[in-house]
């Protein structure tokens, strides 16, 4: 797997997320979900990275890894993770509910030790949430 990164934040302008996401195959957000009357989307300093942002770029990567906490029915309420697909993301990795920031951090980097040895992104996930489950409290 070639790979850059990572990228730490804060990223605080649609401009860097754009920099990041169209020339990157592999893309991880962490942050928030955040939705009101006009739109949904990744919650940066000042705007929120909606799927009008990704429909302007020119390149999108095949894997979004969103660990974000928002609350689970704006995500199901917006269909966000579900139209990213539509737009030919091919894997999209999302919660569906409120995450605990430290067990998000713990699970992303069980996840990534998973793939960067070799998995595929389904044996990833089930190895990680295997270790994560089993991991000492």
Known sequence: ?????PHVGPIETKTEVNNLISTSNIFHYSGHFT???NDSGWDLKNNIYSLTDFQGLN?????????TCGVSNQINQSNFFFKLSKLGIENVLY???DINSEFGREFAILFYNQFLIG????N???????LFI???A
């Open 35 to 37: 939705q009101n009357e």
């Open 59 to 67: 390149k999108i990567p095949s894997f979004i890894f969103s660990n």
């Open 124 to 130: 990833s996930i089930l190895n990680a949430r295997k």
């Open 119 to 122: 998995n595929n992104i389904s």
């Open 134 to 136: 089993e991991r000492p």
């Open 1 to 5: 797997v070639k790979y850059t990164g």
């Open 95 to 97: 919660a569906t509910g």
